[in-house]
């Protein structure tokens, strides 16, 4: 039987890396950036949807059509101008989440391989019940991915449809 390798490191022997902590640190300044992106597009469609009443697709048309017009209050032009570059930066920033977490599913699923190539070599019934756990742990995680994703791409068509 081989020594005990904690699964952890059997499953990203990267995880003790540099690179990973920096790595994280990014993904934590993505998802800081995501959320804050989040409220200010929320804050600014609030105000703008209290100003001007809720925006149906014809009223969003007539409206960008009247912000490009030479007669256009400037000051509202603005705020409109600053709304569209808030939801295309929002899709972005979404699609770098939807990057960084296929990376992270990615690892995931090497993970949980190496955990299921392990087990056979377990030589003691705690070691397997941690690897059972770490297994039932990923899944979970992947199934969590799954469903952001899922979310995560709505919100991006959703942004994006008010783009085009």
């Not at 990267?14 to 409220?39: P, Q």
């Not at 952001?148 to 008010?162: C, S, T, W």
Request: cysteine-free.
């Amino acid at each position: 039987s081989s020594p005990a390798v904690p699964v952890a490191q059997a499953a990203d022997p990267e995880a003790s890396s540099a690179g990973t902590s920096s790595a994280v640190s990014y993904e934590k300044t993505l998802r800081d950036d995501i959320t804050g992106l989040f409220e200010q597009i929320e804050v600014q469609y609030s105000m703008y949807a209290e100003e001007q009443g809720m925006i149906t697709e014809d009223y969003r048309a007539r409206l960008e059509t009247e912000m490009k017009s030479d007669h256009a209050d400037k000051e509202r032009a603005k705020r409109y101008n600053e709304l569209k570059e808030t939801e295309a930066d929002l899709v972005k920033v979404i699609g770098e989440e939807l990057k960084l977490e296929d990376e992270e599913r990615q690892i995931l699923i090497k993970r949980q391989q190496e955990i299921e190539k392990l087990m056979p070599e377990a030589d003691s019934r705690a070691m397997t019940q941690d690897m059972l756990t770490e297994k039932g742990r990923v899944e979970q995680r992947l199934a969590d991915l799954e469903i952001r994703k899922d979310f995560l791409m709505n919100e991006q068509a959703r942004y994006a449809q008010k783009l085009s």
